[in-house]
Structure formats: C-alpha cells, structure tokens
C-alpha cells in the first residue's frame, strides 16, 4: 500500500502517481489502466476517490476512456516533455511557498536546496 501525505488530496496524489508512471515510461500510450477496483484495492484507497482522479487525468488528456474496454494511456513520448515540466515547475512552486511560509528567505532556500542535493547525490552513489 502507498502511504499518502496528509497536505494535499489524495486524489491529487493519485494523479501524480499515474503521470509519474507515464513520464517514467511504465505506462506507455495506448496500455489499459488498471479497473478503479484494482487501483483502489493497490493503494488502499476508496473507489470513488480513485474514479475522481481517472477522471480528472482523463480531463486533462493523460488518459482516454473506450466505452466498453476501459481505460488507456493517452499520452505519447512527444507530449511527456512537456508535462514533465510542468509537473517540475508545479513541486517546485509549492515546495518554495512552504518555505516561504516558514519565513525562509530566498538565499535560505537556496542553501538548503544546494546542500540537500549534494547529500542525496552521495547517498544515492
């Protein structure tokens, strides 16, 4: 089971998994989506909340809906640059109006972001 956040919907968070998967290329254009059911048994969440996210994706152009067989990736390699920088700009505008929220200045948030980032590279080496 997936362990949601508790600072932003969790169909929000659901979407971002499912664009992170067609990004990352585990879901390529034209595959099935897994059911509601299946989706909402995997992360341990309810139906509807998973249906509400599907439908937002599909709203969005991520997905499309074939009546009688489900769903499938809409997205092709072309159009997941662009959504790729979307969603880059979208992290981190929030993660940058939270640390504003903390009174964090600009070279603050620099510093933080500077060191944070040579300490992951290492640990992840």
Not at 15 to 33: A, P, Y
Not at 57 to 62: D, M, N, P, Q
Request: hydrophobic fraction near 35%.
């Amino acid at each position: 089971m997936h362990k949601f956040n508790n600072r932003e919907p969790i169909y929000l968070q659901l979407m971002n998994i499912v664009k992170q998967d067609i990004i990352n290329g585990n879901l390529r254009k034209d595959e099935k989506i897994s059911s509601v059911r299946e989706l909402a048994l995997t992360y341990g969440v309810n139906p509807n909340t998973v249906q509400k996210a599907l439908s937002e994706l599909e709203r969005e152009g991520f997905i499309r809906t074939e009546r009688t067989s489900g769903r499938y990736v809409a997205l092709d390699s072309e159009n997941t640059v662009q959504v790729k920088d979307e969603i880059c700009l979208q992290i981190t505008a929030s993660y940058i109006h939270q640390m504003w929220g903390m009174n964090f200045s600009d070279d603050e948030i620099r510093k933080i972001v500077k060191n944070t980032l040579t300490k992951e590279r290492k640990a992840n080496e």
